[in-house]
């Protein structure tokens, strides 16, 4: 299989995998304010507004959830925490929102398992 074709079946695995978040986050009551944002220093696949909480989601998807959370690097979550930065300066939002980082993870069988808040003070960024 080429490498444009292997692109493009990855590509839509990445579309089907944040559409199955994006339906767990809405049947919980959130609104989605962004797909894919992109920023000058990296993209979110998901931004949420659940109350006063703003939600920047990364979503990994493998054949098991830990595989899939297996492939969420320290930098990608660096990156992920300056281009919400840089959301934040963009967007119309309250300065008082809270905001947090989830990663979002979908199984061979579609599963969505969403892990909140992760405390980024015990990631080492330099892996």
Same mark, same amino acid.
């Given at each position: 299989?080429?490498?444009?074709?292997?692109?493009?079946? +990855?590509?839509?695995?990445?579309?089907?995998?944040?559409?199955?978040?994006?339906?767990?986050?809405?049947?919980?009551?959130?609104?989605?304010?962004?797909?894919?944002?992109?920023?000058?220093?990296?993209?979110?696949?998901?931004?949420?507004?659940?109350?006063?909480?703003?939600?920047?989601?990364?979503?990994? +998807?493998?054949?098991?959830?830990?595989?899939?959370?297996?492939?969420?690097?320290?930098?990608?979550?660096?990156?992920?925490? +300056?281009?919400?930065?840089?959301?934040?300066?963009?967007?119309?939002?309250?300065?008082?929102?809270?905001?947090?980082?989830?990663?979002?993870?979908?199984?061979?069988?579609?599963?969505?398992?969403?892990?909140?808040?992760?405390?980024?003070?015990?990631?080492?960024?330099?892996?």
């Amino acid at each position: 299989m080429g490498k444009i074709v292997q692109g493009k079946i +990855s590509d839509a695995k990445g579309r089907l995998a944040e559409a199955a978040v994006e339906a767990w986050y809405v049947a919980r009551g959130a609104r989605c304010l962004d797909r894919r944002w992109r920023g000058q220093v990296g993209e979110i696949d998901l931004i949420f507004q659940s109350g006063n909480t703003l939600h920047f989601v990364e979503v990994k +998807s493998s054949g098991t959830h830990d595989q899939a959370a297996a492939l969420l690097l320290p930098r990608q979550i660096a990156r992920v925490w +300056s281009a919400a930065e840089e959301y934040l300066a963009a967007a119309c939002v309250a300065r008082l929102s809270v905001t947090q980082f989830d990663l979002a993870t979908v199984d061979c069988t579609g599963t969505v398992r969403v892990l909140g808040n992760i405390d980024l003070s015990v990631v080492n960024f330099e892996n």
